[in-house]
């Protein structure tokens, strides 16, 4: 019996090649882009579980008011860990790291110039009981205490391969910024699923005295304390002492209203709050939607399977009366046909593999991943296929197989069973809306990401970002100390004299930038304290950048402030008109300095965010950045020409540049990833989808041939016979939409509420979406239809 079930499988499958071939192609796709997305969203899911007591590791972040709400921060004072150890014995150990980016790292030569490394990432200074607490394998060197002593280092072993050839590092030396460390240990390289990924860690103790000196008063996001807990029962009562922690040592009366709390270990990758080490959050609600996506792709294959098996049960009729004729009962009816589905889900399911492995070569790149199957280390990969393959032969099997089984025999033999009077062809209606509702949603919310993008793309800043290059400063000034300060000063005063430049300015940041600093103030007149975002700068700033005076005067080119610019609203947020604020005198920081001009608002940040109180003033000790607005038609000769002298300024380091307009367009990088995505999958849904419409108009055409010969030997029109073909699947279109639509505003509206700044979701938008798929469901259908109403009605009058 089973031999017989296998020849006829097969044999079906050659039989009805063209509607095998579709039902595979989109099974196949399917199962390719459900395969790609477990892989992701497992490998999101998976960040930093490896850990061992992972349950018991917890991180200390802050809240506090600003102006525009609470503000959240995963930075603490440097001086809160040991505060920490000593109020709460329920932690069993308090780490404290301090994070760097963008380093530069010097591996000194016996003999010649030393070696220089730029690096994105990487460099933390960290304690040596971090190693207590995370699962970060040392595999040889001081186990203990490599970190306890200062000018102490641990370095991976790829890093170790990297800088110095080999793998076993212990005693060479690393340079990063003036300080040398000694390599004390060797540790496994950090895996890609990590929000600690550590390549080189400097032990703190080497600036603990001097990052401590400003104690309570200052937080930097990349500054945080992490506890093991000695029993998880003991996170309530920690839970319910940190606000008599925080106001012992910020005071009753603190102005920001901060309160420290505790988020586990397990929750910061999915909170995008706080940031991590890694740069990189995924919301929880990402990572369902990825789910959700996999499924809704499997779906829509599976309703190709189910139309198109359901519209050839006409031709299988036949079959099924001998068959019950001679004895068959239903039950074996409906395995022969779940046998044949299983049959066609296993070669989609081997094909997908080969489709997937192709997809990762490209997907991996393009979002800075590492993933791949490994199908002798990952038996999920293997559980992941098996209940796939099982689930689209049973979804797509079981409803064909019980429409062909229950035909009656006697109506099958005398071939009375008709397309349209069977039981399939609402539910084949019905699948076909399905599928429309699904493509038509998928082109809505890729239109709508495209034009959120755009809009970022094109929103005016309040400030000029165009041919502007941004350098790095790697020496930081000091104010009475001539070298660093006049080397910087000296490199910027050249750079305008270079042909090409227009203008040069020293700051900690451009206008714009990931990189703020905050604090709190008094002004005159106001009792209350205020908070502010400040941006250090030189008197070149407010013209190379185009911000406009509203009210006063530009600050002075000094290398300390002398008073103060302000933002319009700033002006609001104090309760000052711009007129009014000029002359007003800040209290901050133990100075007592005038505001002396008012500038236009501007972005400090990304359009997530609301525009900030913002206040500009000279400080060279805090310069980072040398900007530089260039002619356009002489970009490369400007290059060209800084790139030796700012190596001669910095021989030390690695001369870098970015365009500013890039840096920005960094900022929605995880947007522009995920607007591609949903474009990649808007695609294939659409493609599924047309292969479907594709399989069925074929199908009708062939039902019709005889029909249409008689249309037209009486004197129907080619366009009247495609009209005829379209006309229905016009109609489940709008029915499409009509669902679609609001399902896609409404989600689409909940998303792009995360940002301060975005477009609204008009009626344009969905009428793009409807006319795009009208446009390619009546190119698919029509290609068909008109190729049947061009056909000789001779042949198609001889047709059986």
């Known amino acids: 019996m089973l031999k017989n079930y296998l020849k006829t499988a ?57 102006n525009q709400g609470r503000n959240y921060s995963a930075g603490v004072p440097s001086v809160l860990p040991d505060a920490f150890q000593l109020d709460f014995p329920e932690a069993e150990e308090v780490t404290f790291l301090s994070y760097r980016s963008g380093s530069t790292i010097i591996i000194p030569q016996r003999t010649g110039e030393p070696k220089l490394y730029s690096e994105e990432a990487g460099t933390v200074f960290a ?142 990758h999915y909170d995008d709050r706080y940031g991590t080490f890694s740069y990189n959050t995924t919301s929880k609600n990402i990572l369902v939607a990825l789910s959700v996506i996999a499924m809704i792709l499997i779906l829509t294959a599976c309703i190709n399977f189910i139309n198109l098996a359901t519209a050839e049960a006409i031709k ?51 979002l800075d991943l590492q993933l791949r199957l490994d199908f002798v280390h990952d038996p999920m990969l293997w559980l992941f296929l098996i209940l796939v393959t099982a689930t689209i032969a049973l979804l797509s099997g079981l409803y064909p197989a019980f429409i062909v089984s229950g035909y009656n025999p006697v109506l099958a033999l ?29 082109i809505f919310g890729t239109i709508i990401l495209i034009n959120q993008m755009e809009y970022f793309r094109n929103k005016d800043l309040g400030f000029k970002k165009d041919a502007i290059i941004i350098v790095p400063i790697p020496e930081q000034g000091e104010l009475g100390v001539s070298g660093p300060s006049t080397k910087m000063r000296t490199l910027r005063d050249e750079v305008r004299r270079m042909p090409g430049v227009t203008e040069a300015s020293l700051s900690r940041s451009p206008p714009s930038s990931g990189n ?32 406009h005076l509203i009210a006063g ?57 609301p525009i900030e109180a913002t206040l500009l003033m000279n400080n060279i000790s805090s310069y980072e950045t040398l900007s530089i607005q260039v002619d356009l038609t002489q970009v490369q000769h400007v290059i060209d020409q800084l790139k030796p002298r700012w190596q001669a300024t910095y021989s030390e380091y690695i001369f870098d540049y970015q365009f500013l307009d890039q840096q920005i367009a960094e900022f929605y990088e995880s947007e522009n990833r995920m607007s591609g995505l949903l474009g990649i999958f808007s695609s294939i849904a659409i493609f599924i989808g047309c ?98 109403a061009t056909a000789n009605p001779a042949n198609s009058l001889r047709s059986e």
Request: charged share 20%; with cysteine.
């Open 10 to 66: 097969f044999r079906t499958l050659i039989r009805q090649g063209g509607s095998s071939m579709i039902n595979i192609a989109g099974l196949t796709m399917g199962i390719t882009c459900s395969l790609v997305l477990f892989l992701l969203v497992r490998h999101l899911s998976s960040f930093d579980n490896f850990h061992s007591k992972r349950d018991r590791v917890f991180r200390v972040v802050n809240e506090s008011q600003g």
């Open 127 to 268: 304690q040596s009981n971090f190693f207590k607490i995370f699962d970060h394998a040392i595999v040889s060197g001081e186990k203990q205490n490599a970190l306890d002593d200062p000018n102490k280092a641990i370095i991976s072993k790829r890093w170790a391969m990297k800088f110095f050839g080999k793998e076993d590092a212990l005693g060479e030396v690393v340079k990063v910024t003036d300080k040398e460390y000694k390599i004390a240990a060797i540790m496994e390289d950090p895996p890609n699923n990590t929000d600690f990924p550590f390549d080189l860690m400097l032990s703190y103790s080497t600036i603990k005295s001097k990052n401590e000196a400003s104690g309570w008063n200052s937080i930097w996001s990349d500054e945080q304390c992490y506890f093991l807990l000695k029993n998880h029962d003991d996170l309530a009562r920690i839970e319910s002492k940190m606000p008599a922690f925080t106001a012992k040592y910020l005071g009753k009366e603190d102005p920001n209203k901060t309160q420290y709390t505790i988020q586990p270990l397990s929750e910061l």
């Open 316 to 366: 299988r009729s036949k079959e099924v009366g001998i068959r019950k004729t001679l004895g068959s009962t239903r039950g074996q009816l409906i395995r022969q046909f779940l046998g044949e589905t299983t049959i066609v889900a296993l070669i989609a399911t081997l094909a997908s593999l080969a489709a997937a492995q192709l997809a990762l070569t490209f997907l991996n790149p393009f």
């Open 414 to 442: 005398k071939n009375l069973i008709s397309n349209k009077n069977s039981s399939g062809y609402n539910m084949r209606r019905a699948l076909v809306v399905t599928q429309f509702i699904i493509s038509q949603f998928f």
């Open 516 to 547: 703020v600093s905050m604090t709190t103030l008094n002004i005159e007149g106001k009792e209350d304290h205020f908070g502010t975002q400040v941006k250090p700068i030189d008197g070149q700033y407010v013209d190379l950048f185009g911000l």
């Open 553 to 609: 005067h530009n600050i002075a080119d000094l290398d300390t402030a002398q008073g103060f610019l302000v933002n319009e609203k700033f002006c609001s947020t104090v309760g000052y008109t711009p007129d009014n604020a000029v002359g007003k005198i800040i209290t901050m920081w133990g100075r007592h300095l005038p505001i002396v001009g008012v500038v236009n608002d501007f972005h400090t940040v990304s359009l997530r965010e």
């Open 691 to 788: 292969l479907g419409l594709f399989g069925l108009a074929t199908f009708l055409a062939n039902q019709k041939t005889k029909e249409i010969g008689v249309r037209k030997v009486l004197g129907a029109s080619v366009n009247s016979i495609v009209f005829l073909f379209s006309a229905e699947y016009v109609k489940l279109i709008f029915i499409g939409f009509i669902i679609s639509a609001p399902l896609a505003w409404y989600i689409m509206n909940g998303f792009l509420e995360e940002f301060t700044y975005r477009i609204e979701i008009g009626p344009g938008i969905f009428l793009l979406g409807l006319i795009s798929t009208l446009l390619i469901a009546t190119l698919t259908v029509g290609y068909r239809s008109f190729r049947s």
